[in-house]
């Protein structure tokens, strides 16, 4: 098929493949649990569900792959991935070994800022994912903004700023511990924005273990708000974006589109509060088309 492209959406859970054609209608859609912690199985999934799309449709269709962390061009392997079982090996290369040499692989947070900025009437728009991890892509004149290091908008692995130290905040982030961060270091904003952050910080004021989301009526979701407002304002303090998009997860709670933009000035260093923040259009499927857009 002409002109169409392959996404693929490599989660930590899932795997997400779609096939776009010319006009950007989806022709085939699949996701497969992702073999955890077996490089080589991966490896194999993605091929796989590529090969079956090139036997359905026609092979030779560009492939775009957004990932957790990032591919090292120098090094020629995976960097900060938080599905670890990637990272020091050599994915894009053997991606493209496994499929004639037409795979471009992205982050998947920038590939969802660079398909949710496709919708928005914005110069500037910085993407967020509040899911099992957090991050952050950075799209500027349509363009992702990739950065020097590969790690542009990564700001998941900054710390919690004000973590403790916030006498605006609920009283009870004092009493939190600290939180060791796979990353290496301690506090870092994934470790309480993230839906396994949240879901603990519930637990520390509630005593209840959630294997399902966090409830919408949580005693943690105050301070959660507040968190997500502190860290914001750190990015707008330093890329100002015209938009916030908020995806993942824990972006489907109502509550943030309330309580964030009317807290967000009080720690941000202006107090005109232009920025939106705004729901993700395209929910779940924003990275596996975005990933479909790095294909050409
Ligand atoms: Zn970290």
Redesign the pocket.
């Known amino acids: 098929m002409k002109a169409a492209r392959i996404g693929i959406d490599l989660g930590g859970t899932k795997i997400e493949a779609v096939l776009l054609d010319v006009s950007g209608a989806v022709r085939f859609r699949e996701r497969v649990a992702t073999p955890t912690g077996d490089y080589a199985g991966t490896v194999a999934a993605v091929a796989a569900l590529v090969g079956r799309i090139d036997a359905e449709f026609g092979g030779g269709s560009p492939v775009g792959i957004g990932t957790p962390g990032a591919w090292v061009p120098e090094r020629r392997q995976m960097k900060n991935c938080n599905s670890t079982w990637l990272n020091g090996r050599p994915l894009l290369d053997d991606l493209n070994a496994a499929l004639d040499g037409r795979v471009r692989i992205a982050n998947d947070a920038n590939c969802f800022a660079l398909a949710e900025a496709e919708g928005v009437d914005a110069e500037v728009v910085f993407g967020v994912i509040l899911g099992t991890g957090v991050g952050g892509g950075i799209v500027v004149g349509g363009q992702l903004l990739a950065g020097a290091n590969a790690i542009a908008g990564e700001w998941?692995?900054t710390p919690l700023p004000y973590f403790g130290v916030d006498a605006a905040a609920d009283g009870r982030e004092a009493s939190l511990e600290d939180r060791p961060?796979?990353?290496?270091?301690t506090n870092?904003v994934?470790?309480f924005l993230s839906g396994p952050g949240l879901a603990r910080t519930h637990e520390a004021f509630t005593g209840e273990e959630l294997d399902t989301p966090v409830p919408t009526d949580s005693p943690a979701l105050d301070l959660y708000t507040t968190m997500l407002a502190r860290s914001l304002a750190q990015i707008v303090n330093v890329l100002d974006p015209d938009v916030i998009v908020l995806g993942g997860g824990v972006s489907n709670l109502d509550v943030l589109y309330r309580e964030v933009p009317r807290k967000l000035p009080r720690y941000a260093f202006t107090h005109e509060g232009r920025t939106q923040i705004v729901r993700a259009r395209l929910g779940d499927s924003a990275g596996v088309f975005g990933a479909a857009r790095l294909g050409g």
């Not at 961060?181 to 270091?185: D, P, W």
């Open positions: 998941g692995h961060c796979y990353c290496g270091r870092c994934e470790t």
